[in-house]
């Protein structure tokens, strides 16, 4: 198990959220090795905690823009890149057998805030 985002945001600690997301990372890897997991992972979620009565916040590293870009920038490079092993991606990318790391929620939010067009795509 490991603590919520919420938490961990609060510690303002970049190695922390990087190896959070590593250590995520490492074991979504050996699951989907082992064939008991598919290869998309939604995380971080990177919703901002501004509504107290949300039952989700545990979910968001807080309410801070600057402080939710910092924790999903760290936690996904930590989840996509395995020290032991530089040349290759731990988990990410879309091709078959790889994970596809996706920042939860903000699709779907940018998706609802704008007009989108063909050429959005």
Request: charged share 20%.
């Amino acid at each position: 198990n490991f603590a919520f985002p919420i938490t961990t945001g609060m510690s303002f600690n970049r190695t922390l959220w990087w190896k959070t997301g590593s250590q995520i990372g490492r074991e979504a890897r050996a699951l989907m090795n082992n064939g008991d997991v598919y290869s998309t992972f939604w995380a971080p979620v990177i919703n901002l905690a501004r509504e107290p009565r949300w039952g989700r916040n545990i979910e968001t590293p807080g309410e801070d823009p600057y402080l939710t870009g910092q924790y999903a920038k760290e936690f996904v490079q930590g989840f996509e890149n395995a020290p032991e092993d530089p040349f290759h991606i731990q988990v990410g990318g879309v091709w078959a057998r790889r994970g596809c790391v996706c920042a939860r929620h903000q699709t779907g939010i940018v998706w609802q805030s704008h007009v989108v067009e063909a050429h959005d795509f």
